[in-house]
């Protein structure tokens, strides 16, 4: 039969042409499916990279998120947050565990006359059922609570102030030279939270030189005068001449229990100040509260003797175990796009000298290209050897002390500080981790 289009049988006889004989294709076998993981039933605070967990420190993290405004603990694993504390306002900056598991921490206060980065002006202790045990205001037109609070080994808190003094006054009084109506200078109080008694106090304004109005009183010649503060001062590498009247910035303070002690990292200066804390307060505003000892910038006191090696710092605070002392160094400044933690080694004497290289020995040192905050963060060792380091803008590492990196924690927020505890640690006892 002719195959044709003629044929009127055409479609037939090819809808009935059997079809070929062929072996079937065989089916591609099913990928096995990728067991899902079971969603956390913890808030995940950040994402975790745990480089070598054999070298990491087996514990929690307690983060200070200025971004969001909250304090919690997180694992190490997960970044799981484990344990929030519920606060009765804003933080701060500063939160930290103390005894009895409390929580001391400086919260934002209401209507304040003035701010700058880091103002708080309420500290509190707050139970770890989030009852407020205790709570103090620093909060008045010329003085304001920021940054750091401490808790000294006799119970008693320390806290940093910010202290103003009208234009005219710091004029007519200490030879300030620059134009801002109020002018804010640093001061430490410490008050004892079962009477609230100021106990003890330190004023920078009472420690101060100048070398541009010889018929002040603090008239001097700053070389010559190291354990003095120039009023005056302004870092070469910062363009802005004025502060708007916050013109030393401390943003930092630790007690050195063995040799009664007070670290204040004073950022504007790029230093860190030791201040006598064995002394009653009226010795404390006389010659006996002169600085201790300084470091970081030689140039803020014109020494020209010693390296600077701070361009902006936060988060001074001492190594346990040794006679060291931590810093975070910023950078941020003269074109340091790298930050660097310092261990640097306090002197058997401290003897500040002028025209002398005070600056402190480095015991041991840690940067990385991708490690710069130039705000905030901090850095404190823990109980295993490694360091744990806080670079603000965007979380921690963890170090070794052969400067491995074994754990980062990338933060969604904006991290003041974060410390480490351990898993048995008894100040986590109170918490259902």
């Known amino acids: 039969m002719a195959c044709s289009e003629d044929n009127p049988n055409f479609e037939e006889v090819e809808k009935e042409k059997p079809e070929e004989n062929l072996p079937e294709e065989p089916e591609e076998p099913e990928e096995p499916e990728e067991p899902e993981e079971p969603q956390s039933e913890y808030e995940i605070a950040g994402e975790v990279e745990l480089y070598n967990e054999s070298l990491a420190g087996d514990g929690y993290v307690l983060v200070n998120d200025v971004g969001f405004n909250r304090v919690y603990l997180i694992n190490k694993d997960k970044a799981e947050i484990r344990h929030e504390w519920e606060l009765e306002r804003g933080i701060g900056n500063d939160a930290e565990l103390i005894e009895n598991s409390e929580l001391l921490v400086s919260l934002i206060a209401d209507d304040v006359s003035f701010s700058f980065g880091g103002y708080g002006g309420v500290v509190q202790l707050v139970n770890p059922d989030n009852s407020v045990k205790w709570s103090y205001i620093v909060a008045t037109a010329f003085e304001l609570g920021h940054h750091d609070v401490e808790r000294l080994p006799n119970g008693n808190i320390l806290v940093l102030i910010w202290e103003g003094r009208p234009l005219d006054e710091a004029q007519e009084s200490f030879g300030y030279a620059y134009q801002d109506d109020v002018i804010y200078a640093e001061k430490l109080i410490e008050i004892n939270p079962n009477t609230n008694e100021i106990v003890w106090q330190w004023s920078s304004w009472d420690h101060t030189i100048q070398d541009l109005n010889q018929d002040k009183p603090n008239f001097g010649t700053i070389a010559e005068h190291p354990q003095l503060i120039d009023l005056n001062y302004r870092d070469p590498l ?12 401390a943003n930092g303070i630790a007690y050195d229990e063995e040799h009664d002690l007070v670290f204040m990292s004073v950022n504007f200066y790029s230093e860190v100040w030791v201040i006598d804390h064995n002394t009653t307060t009226e010795e404390a505003s006389g010659t006996a509260g002169d600085l201790v000892y300084r470091f970081g910038n030689p140039g803020a006191y014109n020494n020209t003797a010693g390296e600077r090696s701070f361009f902006y710092n936060h988060g001074v605070n001492m190594v346990p175990e040794s006679n060291n002392v931590m810093v975070y160094a910023n950078g941020g400044l003269g074109g340091v796009t790298q930050s660097v933690v310092y261990e640097l ?26 490690l710069f905050a130039p705000r905030v963060s901090g850095a404190y060792r823990m109980s295993n050897g490694n360091t744990l380091i806080t670079e603000g803008d965007y979380g921690c590492w963890e170090v070794t002390q052969d400067k491995e990196v074994v754990w980062k924690y990338e933060g969604t927020g904006f991290t003041w500080r974060a410390y480490p505890y351990d898993k048995d640690d008894e100040l986590l006892e109170a918490f259902e981790l």
């Open 345 to 370: 080694q306090q002197p058997a004497n401290y003897e500040l000298k002028a025209e002398s290289d005070n600056e402190l020995q480095v015991v041991w040192s840690f940067t990385d290209e991708d």
């Open 238 to 249: 910062r363009e802005a001449d004025s502060f708007n009247g916050d013109i030393m910035h």
